[in-house]
T-cell receptor
């Protein structure tokens, strides 16, 4: 199986701190896609970003940024100046030609006021 | 709001029973995928339907089956329920083919409890 590993099970930070969530993936596909989803306590998975394997440009969206490094098979997610509303479980996922998502086990982020 | 809806929200069933979960995809999407998320784990892929045909299946037994209708809505059926089937069932819709981006947008899920 082509796994996605999120080694950090739980992270706790104080509001306004920066936090990085790690993601390492395995793939045999030449073309693949990487994703981050946020799951608040309500349960619905909220799409955050998709990256294509042929586009290694890092991306910034407001307080969120993503660092994609093919050489280390990593796709890390950084939240700058964290807020209490960022508290959620964050999932990294990959898909290949089959288009089905393989998720990591998630990282529970708690932002304390 | 993704426009993906699922029903029911919660369901309690007894071991051995059968259950049907429903999903309405986002307008314009032609693909529906189903995932099972056990407590404290990441979602696991069950299967995907594209234009009413099964288009991939994860490591789930045949008692998990599905349908996709001409309007691209979908059903997930589980027969002979087991205690381990207790989970959050998530439906995701996407646009495949042509210029489709294949990004999957999830519904709120159905929480199934098997007793």
């Amino acid at each position: 199986a082509q796994k996605v590993t999120q080694a950090q099970t739980e992270i706790s930070v104080v509001e306004k701190e920066d936090v990085t969530l790690d993601c390492v993936y395995e793939t045999r596909d030449t073309t693949y896609y990487l994703f981050w989803y946020k799951q608040p306590p309500s349960g619905e998975l909220v799409f955050l970003i998709r990256r294509n394997s042929f586009d290694e440009q890092n991306e910034i969206s407001g307080r969120y940024s993503w660092n994609f490094q093919k050489s280390t098979s990593s796709f890390n997610f950084t939240i700058t100046a964290s807020q209490v509303v960022d508290s959620a479980v964050y999932f990294c996922a990959r898909s290949g030609s089959a288009r089905q998502l393989t998720f990591g086990s998630g990282t529970q982020l708690t932002v304390l006021p | 709001e993704t426009g993906v809806t699922q029903s029911p929200t919660h369901l309690i069933k007894t071991r051995g029973q059968q259950v049907t979960l429903r999903c309405s995809s986002q307008s314009g999407h032609n693909t529906v995928s189903w995932y099972q998320q056990a407590l404290g784990q990441g979602p696991q892929f069950i299967f995907q339907y594209y234009r009413e045909e099964e288009n991939g299946r994860g490591n789930f037994p045949p008692r998990f089956s599905g349908l996709q209708f001409p309007n691209y809505s979908s059903e997930l059926n589980v027969n002979a329920l087991e205690l381990d089937d207790s989970a959050l069932y998530l439906c995701a819709s996407s646009l495949a083919g042509g210029t489709g981006s294949y990004e999957q947008y999830f519904g709120p899920g159905t929480r199934l409890t098997v007793t």
